[in-house]
């Protein structure tokens, strides 16, 4: 076979093995994200057996604004993987008690999630993934310091609807519930009482809206 012959099937061959691969690797993106939200627990706190006016009275009195940031990979249109850290300072309401008034005190709650999603709606210019995973929840600020400033494992279920707005750039909306037990236990000058200082199951919703970059 003459030489140029031969060059001109290898070039071929080479064409054949590295077009498909192009393709395999522009099939997985990334995203960056930056947002704002709000935050809101719910659930309860156990009845105990000795309160103090540091901690809140109910999970409802954590709620306050939110901001943070994503990073999210995707492989193809319906699979992904997400990483979100959230975070959020609230002021824990005055209190009165015999000794006279208390608070207000300084309270702060940062979540970290990372969840597996997959895409249950295809449009032409959105998408909306499922997401679900592991997260931590970490309480902290003056209110939880001397308590250890707790944190918890949760699970993680969502939602988020991507939209394009630009060659780079797309919006983000996202809602998410982490499921977890905080557990406050008594600080050892309270331990010959029973039960703990805070406990209960949290249901903690976070909602939130930002811009990702997407490069092309």
Do not use: C
């Not at 604004?65 to 990483?83: E, H, K, P, S, T």
């Not at 000794?99 to 300084?106: L, R, V």
């Not at 060659?167 to 000058?189: G, I, K, R, S």
């Amino acid at each position: 076979m003459p030489p140029l012959h031969r060059l001109d099937r290898a070039v071929s061959v080479m064409a054949i093995l590295l077009i498909p691969a192009s393709r395999a690797h522009t099939q997985v993106t990334g995203t960056v994200t930056a947002f704002v939200g709000y935050y809101r627990p719910f659930g309860h706190f156990d009845r105990a057996s000795v309160y103090t006016t540091e901690l809140p009275e109910r999970p409802e009195d954590l709620r306050a604004a939110a901001w943070g940031g994503a990073g999210q990979l995707a492989i193809g249109d319906r699979f992904g993987v997400a990483a979100q850290v959230a975070k959020t300072r609230s002021r824990v309401p005055e209190s009165f008690n015999p000794g006279g008034a208390a608070g207000p005190t300084d309270a702060s709650v940062l979540l970290a999630t990372l969840q597996g999603q997959y895409a249950v709606a295809l449009m032409p210019r959105a998408q909306l993934w499922l997401n679900a995973g592991p997260g931590l929840v970490h309480h902290g600020g003056t209110a939880y310091a001397r308590h250890g400033s707790p944190t918890s494992f949760a699970g993680v279920i969502g939602t988020t609807l991507v939209v394009p707005v630009a060659p780079h750039l797309q919006f983000t909306a996202n809602a998410t519930v982490l499921l977890y037990v905080l557990d406050v236990p008594m600080p050892p000058e309270l331990r010959l009482n029973p039960g703990r200082l805070e406990h209960g199951a949290q249901r903690d919703a976070l909602l939130h809206a930002g811009l990702s970059w997407r490069p092309l």
